[in-house]
């Protein structure tokens, strides 16, 4: 088969995929499109792992290793503005983050090496649902993904508005960040607004929590570490004239390591007590880890950089790239197996990401699937 006419099927499956879109856990018909898909390839698929999960197995010759090649299944509760004839059929449901193109690319890197003998081994075709919050990944681990079957690496991708169209760009070590979420809640007691003595004011508290958080990573990190500490709500139970009695505030922190996240979540723990207690108000404080670090393994980084050249050419390949703290959840298989994450450019002037009328740029889908084929060889030789 050519390159025209398997980049032509491409294309029509990742607009199909793109009229579908389901959100976390709810990826039935986008689910029954990839395994028809599969199927049809000659693989073997298995339906249901981390609920909607779909895997699909690829055997060739005798070889021992195997790898696998990932891509993330859902879509996001946004409407879609885009005036497209393949726009979302799902009111209120689109594809703002590229994953049907993820997923179209992970289609044509299976039908290539589904058609080629040039290599030796497993290859497992991962479709992932719940990507967007964090959830997907942990439910195909839990669903004893590993285990049932077995992996040496891991390879994913992810298109990235704002990078050169086409260029590969990836790094060893933390390439995307942790995201956790913290709540605090400031139990006050609530006055008359003339009369401020009579009160416990969570706002003047919970103003004074907010400034000391942005201490942490200016006076607590190693300067050559990263992270975000980054208040998103401040909600009261007050009103014109009345001090409220408590605040709740909201927010998230990035990071790239375990011992930076367990640094942010004692600092701010510690500044939150102190500060209530000072004030003689009482306080909760809850902190989650939604998304790990995405790390990726040194020992792969070489055979990714032979591979996206193999596709790119050295000039637009780059493998010391700049980390982002945006979070993933690719990096939850990372921490249990190694592998690589990379990103690939979608163009400078793109719409970004979760824009309601972010549309995948459709040049990506070929390449995207000779670079997974092509790791795929590579680990994988005869």
Sequence with gaps: MGNSTL??????????????????????????????RLTAFGLVVSRGVGKTGVVGTLQHGSGSRSIGLRADMDALAIQEHGEQAYRSKHDGRMHACGHDGHMAILLGAAKLLAQSDDWNGTVHFVFQPA??????????????????????????????PGMP??????????????????????????????????????IVIGSEIVLALQTIVARSLDPTEQAVVSVTEFITNGTRNVIPGKVTIKGDTRSYTPAVQAMLKDRMGALVAGICAAHGAEHEFEYTYEFEPTVNSPECIEAVASAATDVAGAENVDVNGRPVLASEDFGAFLRVIPGNFLFLGSGVDALPLHNPRFDFNDHLLLPGARYFAAIARKRLKQ
């Excluded at 979420?181 to 609530?190: K, L």
Aim: no cysteine; aromatic share 8%.
């Design 7 to 36: 980049e032509a099927e491409i294309v029509a499956w990742r607009h199909h995929l793109h009229e579908i879109p389901e959100v976390g856990f709810e990826e039935h018909k986008t689910a029954d499109y990839v395994a028809d």
């Design 131 to 160: 990507e967007e919050h964090g959830r997907g990944a942990k439910a195909m681990i839990a669903d004893n993904l590993f285990i049932r079957f077995p992996m040496d690496e891991i390879y994913g991708l992810h298109s990235m």
């Design 165 to 202: 169209e086409g260029r590969f760009e990836t790094r060893p070590g933390g390439i995307m960040a942790s995201e956790d979420n913290f709540v605090i809640h400031i139990h006050g007691r609530g006055a008359h607004a003339a009369r401020p003595h009579m009160s416990i004011d969570p």
